[in-house]
């Protein structure tokens, strides 16, 4: 199975200041489509998940352009350009190369 | 407007059987691969089941094959998850997802396995 490692395991920002959230996976999540499988997905305290990045940089529709994603085969970046208060909760990263799709323990960001 | 709408959850005893239901509207429900995602308490997110666009592949993970069994009803635009042989470690929140990017989930809906 392909491990998704997140860090930090927690994050504290000042409104209007960046963050970044990391990810690594076990095994290289690009296909030989040149598809790089991996997502990006915060849950807002008490709600469900929701899709922000989509094949590693692509922005899901209706999410504010302040979120980014980059990264290699391997290690993944999600930043968080301006931080609103709105942006609080647990952003987790998940592959979606392969069966059985994983997802990193998960990274909570919280307002200072 | 995508919406998928979970039902079915609750308390079960072990060693027992729950189906959930996932009703989907505001898409072509055939065109998708579906999934379900679960989280237990407090923890992360683990995915259960995925199923093809016409039911006829299905895939598990280890921890569910051989218990829980996904399919769909296209003319129904319904998902569903029959799950048996129930362990105290499947209580969780169940979510459906649209696949191929999970970029729709539904509320989820809440099962509990006690005695």
């Known amino acids: 199975d392909i491990v998704m490692t997140q860090a930090p395991l927690s994050v504290s920002v000042t409104p209007g200041e960046s963050a970044s959230i990391s990810c690594r996976s076990s095994?290289?999540?690009?296909?030989?489509?040149?598809?790089?499988?991996v997502y990006w997905y915060l849950q807002k305290p008490g709600k469900s998940p929701q899709l922000l990045i989509y094949r590693m940089s692509n922005l899901a529709s209706g999410v504010p352009d302040r979120f980014s994603g980059s990264g290699s085969e391997t290690d993944f970046t999600l930043k968080i350009s301006r931080v609103e208060a709105e942006d609080v909760g647990i952003y987790y990263c998940?592959?979606?190369?392969?069966?059985?799709?994983?997802f990193g323990s998960g990274t909570k960001l919280e307002i200072k | 407007e995508v919406q998928l709408v979970e039902s079915g959850g609750g308390l079960v005893q072990p060693g027992r059987s729950l189906k959930l239901s996932c009703a989907a509207s505001?898409?072509?429900?055939?065109?998708?691969?579906m999934a379900w995602v679960r989280q237990a308490p407090k923890k992360g997110l683990e995915w259960v089941a995925t199923?093809?666009?016409?039911?006829?592949?299905?895939y598990y993970p280890d921890s569910v094959k051989g218990r829980f069994t996904i399919s769909r009803d296209n003319a129904k635009s319904s998902l569903y998850l029959q799950m048996n042989s129930l362990k105290s470690e499947d209580t969780a929140t169940y979510y459906c997802?649209?696949?191929?990017?999970?970029?729709?989930w539904g509320q989820g809906v809440m099962v509990t396995v006690s005695s």
């Open positions: 199923i093809s666009t016409s039911g006829s592949r299905t």
């Open positions: 095994k290289s999540l690009l296909h030989s489509n040149g598809i790089t499988y």
């Open positions: 998940g592959q979606l190369l392969e069966n059985p799709l994983t």
């Open positions: 505001g898409f072509t429900f055939s065109n998708y691969y």
């Open positions: 997802a649209r696949h191929g990017q999970l970029d729709y």
